[in-house]
């Protein structure tokens, strides 16, 4: 089965931002030749290869980047393996998707490549859902890794008795991801700066254009629920371009320049050094 080479625009005018040294892509997918999508998961329209995201991150004036694996392959990180060692693991990190059965040694051996962290999918075509979330994170725990958990934030009622279990850190996904956007004083919203005061949850600003309804470049019915956690705890916010795009038609391809410099409306100077530098900076172990 041969996937097409990737077409999307690598580069274009600067962005407005200034990435500061050090400034990390905390949420990409690449998709690479030979590696084909698995039961279970949505096809793989174009390729998205290290060479490619390497123009778009010249571009944006980003240095690190940490690939999340795609639900295409499932649980299979063969691909997103390969990555990392393209990239190399002085500038790359990633997410892979394992399970409550997946063997220590296996662990090891991912954690040796740059794997970091474990995909936690509650919403069409994800490998592991919140079901098996805690013994995931059981699995992983003693590597120090954490859980990357995305869900529609309007059933956050449904899933907050779990995230609460969790012993180890973990990561809100895509803003929340509330489909559709409610308003930033929403008690779920509410909920969400109360796990995060609890200390081992992060909030990841990302996909913007995935929910709004406003759309860009604003997202205004997006951007208070990314300010009001913005503002009060910017020690735990990360930023990701959630490169390639690929869960949204080509007509709909948004800016990637804008998903950049939304951070210089949402966030100081100050904060942004912490978003793009300082919390991945930790919380992927980048030297």
């Known amino acids: 089965m041969s996937i097409p080479e990737n077409t999307r625009p690598l580069t274009g005018p600067a962005p407005r931002l200034k990435a500061p040294a050090g400034a990390t892509d905390c949420h990409t997918h690449i998709f690479m030749p030979g590696f084909q999508p698995q039961p279970g998961g949505p096809p793989i329209a174009e390729l998205a290869t290290v060479d490619d995201y390497r123009e778009l991150q010249a571009w944006l004036g980003l240095s690190r980047v940490v690939v999340t694996q795609p639900n295409a392959y499932q649980t299979d990180n063969a691909a997103l393996i390969e990555a990392l060692e393209q990239f190399g693991t002085d500038v ?17 051996r991912l954690h040796e490549k740059g794997v970091r962290g474990a995909r936690i999918m509650q919403l069409p075509g994800g490998a592991v859902g919140i079901d098996r979330m805690l013994a995931v994170e059981k699995n992983i725990r003693d590597l120090g890794w954490h859980l990357m958990v995305q869900f529609n934030g309007r059933d956050l009622p449904d899933y907050h008795d779990e995230l609460q279990k969790i012993e180890g850190r973990y990561i809100i996904d895509h803003i929340g991801k509330f489909i559709d956007p409610v308003a930033a004083n929403d008690s779920r919203v509410d ?22 309804l406003t759309g860009a470049p604003e997202f205004a019915d997006v951007a208070p629920i990314a300010k009001r956690v913005i503002e009060h705890a910017p020690e735990r916010i990360l930023w990701g371009s959630n490169w390639p795009h690929v869960g949204v038609q ?5 800016s990637d320049v804008e998903q950049l410099d939304i951070l210089l409306e949402w966030a100081s100077e100050e904060d942004r050094q912490k978003i793009l530098v300082d919390n991945p900076a930790f919380l992927y172990d980048f030297r």
């Open 92 to 108: 790359a990190r990633a997410i892979a998707v394992v399970t409550p059965d997946t063997s220590h040694q296996e662990l090891a």
């Open 191 to 212: 909920d969400i700066l109360r796990l995060i005061d609890k200390g081992n949850a992060w909030f990841k600003i990302c996909g913007a254009y995935e929910t709004s």
């Open 250 to 254: 080509r007509a709909r391809y948004p």
